[in-house]
């Protein structure tokens, strides 16, 4: 029985295991507390060297050391990146050398190295950690591996009197810890680097997987994309040149008012076929009519009074009289032609393009004011809208294809007839104006200002070029453009 107010003895209430257990349990508990603070530290930090500076500084602190070192494994060698409680040094000291040998001795064994050696540890090189040990008075001296997917990528060497020699602890701690601060510095590391580095570990890793073991799926998916790669430089396609289209008549007749006039009739209009012959439009004859009469009448006046004067035998008088009798002829003829000519016809038979007067009759034209256009229906020519950097592999000869918007599934072929060597500038793009003439028979369905697509065949170039010169011409002038 216990005495009332005694205190109270856990032993006394746990059996011998279970004690054993729960002490167990707690030193478990401390020592990952102890592993948290110590990498609080690094996680803290953003940069790769600040972090690893963090780390030692704090693993001095917490496992009271004289001081930590970090090195980092790049290609098979150890590079010192970090001491602790120190921002700088210089890697050619000859503490900084014989650091890194120690390190490089344990990398070579690819174990944790301790001075003095424990009871338990297992034969060892120790060369370059005795000579550490003598040359700068480090009592206790310990070099443990940090290892990444079976790599090793650093080591943490650590430095104590000989009052505080590691201990099994100690260690047990320090390997449980390199576990994580392997993986941990390598992600700091990689992102640490610059655009360059990234790209060409990338490209390393690949070609790992594609050389070494496993990964069938990659291999396949590469030597597929090479075997295209190979397809698309080594095979050959024709290469034609795409331009805007528009058709047009080979001929477009301007039917013009032959006077100023007023317009009578306008019995057509825009799109409306016409015959040889047809009337287009006539204009109001009530003032050439009376302007007729006046010229007759003077002219008959004028007649009259020249006979009298040739039968007064007036010589001077009968020259007057008969320069102002032709002249009121002239001016009669005149009146007759402008008559005549009150009727605009079509030229030839073909359909009207422009024009429509139908909603202005009565209205004043001037003379050689172009009323009506027409264009015959039975022959057109090309007219393609070519990009100026396209035209370098045009020639006269050259055969294409045109597919107008109103008729996508009807392939005309023609053959190009002129190029044009003066550029247009319109919708902010520069272009030439290349003619070409229709090779078959025009259907009864074109009309003149059709649009569409047409394609000059220019030659037989790989497909790799055809799909890219676009735009490996413009990246060129803009680099030439660039350059001083």
Known sequence: MMEPGAPIQLESLLPAD?????????QSAERLQLLFDLLAPALGQTGYEASARAFVTELATRLHCDRVTLGTVLHGRVRLTALSHSSTFSPKTTLVRAITAAMEEALDQRQTIVVPPLPTTPTQIRRAHDELVREFHSAALCSVPLSCDGHVTGLLTLERGAEQPFDRTTLDVLEALSAVTGPLFVMKRRDARWLG???WESVRSQLAKLTGPRHVGL???????????????????????????????????????????????APVRAGD??????????????????????????????????????????????EIKAAELAQAGAQLALADEKLARIRMTAPFAGIVVSGDWSQRLGSPVEEGQVLFEVAPLNDYRVVLQVDDWNM???????????????????ELPFTVTQ?????????????FRVEA???????????????????????????????THDIVDWASLKLWAWLP
Do not use: C
């Open 18 to 26: 279970g004690l054993a257990a729960l002490t167990a349990k707690a």
């Open 197 to 199: 580095g990234k790209v």
């Open 219 to 265: 291999k396949l998916a590469t030597l597929g994309a090479a075997a295209l790669v190979a397809f698309l430089f080594l095979a050959t396609g024709e290469y034609r040149v795409t331009a805007k289209t528009v058709l047009e008549g080979s001929v477009q007749q301007a039917a013009s008012a032959p006077f100023q006039g007023y317009l009578e009739t």
């Open 273 to 318: 076929i016409v015959q040889a012959g047809q009337v287009l439009a006539t204009l109001q004859d009530h003032d050439l009519k009376l302007e007729r009469l006046r010229w007759q009448s003077q002219r008959d006046q004028l007649a009259k009074e020249y006979r009298q004067v040739l039968a007064d035998r007036d010589a001077a008088k009968v």
């Open 392 to 410: 370098a592999g045009l020639r006269v000869g050259q055969t294409g294809t045109l597919l107008l918007s109103s008729l996508p599934h009807d």
């Open 419 to 431: 190029l044009t060597p003066v550029s247009t500038a319109k919708d902010g793009r520069n272009y």
């Open 437 to 467: 003439k229709l090779t078959t028979a025009p259907s009864d369905r074109l009309r003149p200002a059709m649009e569409g697509v047409g394609k000059i065949a220019v030659d037989e170039r790989s497909l790799v070029w055809i799909w």
